[in-house]
């Protein structure tokens, strides 16, 4: 039962546009999710976190918005930068504790 | 270093044979998490180590796995008779109390 779905294995990106990641989740009780990126060959970095009492979080070039009412959330990259290539991970949790992970999405930015 | 490191970084082993992962988290994080990530697969939750509390367990896959912390500094991930499906990057996190969790590098398990 996969509680938290990203449905897109992979995705390519001219350099300069916006990347848009998305994921879905099942589990209502989840109330906080974050986004992680993963480079091959090391452990997966933090990028950013919401909470379900927001509907937007904004990091420099990163935003990520969640739509509740859809179990829905995404992250935005802008501009997206060839450093950017990388897998992106989508995880939740219902209190700050164990998370529960997508599969990924392969991001490649197109130079 | 300031990270959480993971040693070995690559174990290879024999089916039956058993393995121990070390896991050195970051000074001060009260909680620690192992994960095991498979092939093509998302990160799968193991084990939850928070300060003195009893360990959240829930995520072990058989009784052939188990894990320890020592007060609130390493852990050890025991794989007893190592089957072909434990091969797997095993991943281990810590955080402060009810913060982001930050991971290691990952030690790369393959049983032959």
């Known amino acids: 039962d996969q509680q938290v779905k990203q449905n897109s294995p992979s995705l390519s990106v001219q350099e300069g546009r916006i990347s848009i990641l998305n994921c879905d989740y099942t589990?209502?009780?989840?109330?906080?999710f974050l986004w992680y990126k993963k480079y091959p060959a090391e452990g997966p970095t933090f990028l950013i976190s919401i909470s379900s009492i927001k509907d937007k979080n904004e990091d420099g070039r990163f935003t990520v918005f969640l739509n509740k009412s859809a179990k829905h959330l995404s992250l935005h990259i802008v501009p997206s930068q060839p450093g950017d290539s990388a897998v992106y991970f989508c995880?939740?949790?219902?209190?700050?504790?164990?998370?529960?992970f997508g599969t990924g999405t392969r991001l490649t930015i197109i130079p | 270093g300031a990270g959480v490191s993971q040693s070995p970084s690559n174990k290879v082993t024999e089916k039956g044979k058993d393995v121990e992962l070390r896991c050195d988290p970051i000074s001060g994080h009260t909680a620690l998490y192992w994960y095991r990530q498979r092939l093509g697969q998302g990160l799968e939750f193991l084990i939850y180590?928070?300060?003195?509390?009893?360990?959240?367990k829930s995520g072990l896959p058989s009784d052939r796995f188990s894990a320890e912390r020592t007060g609130e500094s390493v852990s050890t991930l025991t794989i007893q008779r190592t089957q072909q499906e434990d091969s797997a990057v095993y991943l281990c996190a810590s955080s402060s109390t009810l913060e982001t969790q930050y991971f290691g590098p990952g030690t790369r398990l393959l049983v032959l």
């Open positions: 589990n209502s009780m989840f109330d906080y």
């Open positions: 995880a939740a949790s219902p209190k700050l504790g164990k998370l529960t």
């Open positions: 180590f928070q300060g003195n509390s009893a360990p959240d």
